[in-house]
């Protein structure tokens, strides 16, 4: 189960996104259906890069990925949860 904090801070991400006019309706079905953390892992590690993961990157707004998520709770996730996000962060980065 995800800490409050880290269930606050999907929450704010998720607010950030649609005052952009982005509405991440995948991911917060998945969050309905698995649990924040489940729903995270799978698109995480998932091989693809994800549809919001390059729309919050085109709006500046990487701070407000889930990939930033595992990077700011990495407690909260797998060595293999964390060990994508951070990859995928650092991609963007070079």
Known sequence: MASRELECFIDETIRVAQ??????????DMRARYGTIPAISRLVESGDVQSGFRRLERLDLLEHTIEAAVAKFPWEFSAVTLECAEFRLRMVKQ
């Open 19 to 28: 005052t952009h006019a982005y509405h991440p309706t995948i991911f917060i």
